[in-house]
T-cell receptor, first 114, second 118 residues
Framework: GENVEQHPSTLSVQEGDSAVIKCTYS??????FPWYKQELGKGPQLIID?????GEKKDQRIAVTLNKTAKHFSLHITETQPEDSAVYFC?????????????FGAGTTVTVRA | ETGVTQTPRHLVMGMTNKKSLKCEQH?????MYWYKQSAKKPLELMFV???????ENNSVPSRFSPECPNSSHLFLHLHTLQPEDSALYLC?????????????????FGEGSRLTVL
């Protein structure tokens, strides 16, 4: 099965700085890579995703990049704000097949210092 | 109410107790999931129900018993749990198509039920 590794496990950044979280995956057939954000006391929520037919996707202050050859993908948060403090999970799956269940990374706890 | 609602939010139980976790989704989805979240570990998929049929059971011990009476409700019945079962249990839902090989992965999670087994 798919194995997703996520680094770092914790990340502390100064407000206004950038944050980068990296994930690697093992199954070269994986083609869908979502990122979930979990705020304190809440369930994870999808914030952005990328499919294997593109290398980068942006949505305001967040962006994801994908390197299929190296089997890794990253989340970039620019101009961090206190509300970005949360646990972030990367995941991978084989979309558009019957084996589409998400495999999650272990999560990154991001703390934005004011 | 909107989204996915889980009750109770917190539960403390002894190893000999029987309790149940409840999940209700108001999104009109046709698939529901139970995940276990432990600190510093990936989310672990426990059970998947699609169109009220259990389609996946990831080698979960029999002391966890799921029930899906309809597409909006999902239960997790707990019996003779162990302290290592203490975790946050998350329910999620998604909309699956009925056509083969057309599913995408977005999940909508509830806020979770924090379980402590003494």
């Amino acid at each position: 099965g798919e194995n997703v590794e996520q680094h770092p496990s914790t990340l502390s950044v100064q407000e206004g700085d950038s944050a980068v979280i990296k994930c690697t995956y093992s199954d070269s057939a994986s083609n869908y890579f979502p990122w979930y954000k979990q705020e304190l006391g809440k369930g994870p929520q999808l914030i952005i995703d990328i499919r294997s037919n593109v290398g980068e996707k942006k949505d305001q202050r967040i962006a994801v990049t994908l390197n299929k050859t190296a089997k890794h993908f990253s989340l970039h948060i620019t101009e961090t704000q206190p509300e970005d403090s949360a646990v972030y999970f990367c995941a991978a799956s084989i979309e558009l097949t019957n084996d589409y269940k998400l495999s999650f990374g272990a999560g990154t706890t991001v703390t934005v210092r004011a | 109410e909107t989204g996915v609602t889980q009750t109770p939010r917190h539960l403390v139980m002894g190893m000999t107790n029987k309790k149940s976790l409840k999940c209700e989704q108001h999104l009109g989805h046709n698939a529901m999931y139970w995940y276990k979240q432990s600190a510093k570990k990936p989310l672990e998929l426990m059970f998947v129900y699609s169109l009220e049929e259990r389609v996946e059971n990831n080698s979960v011990p029999s002391r966890f018993s799921p029930e899906c009476p309809n597409s909006s409700h999902l239960f997790l019945h707990l019996h003779t749990l162990q302290p290592e079962d203490s975790a946050l249990y998350l329910c999620a839902s998604s909309q699956e198509t009925l056509l083969p090989n057309t599913n995408t992965g977005e999940l909508f999670f509830g806020e979770g039920s924090r379980l402590t087994v003494l």
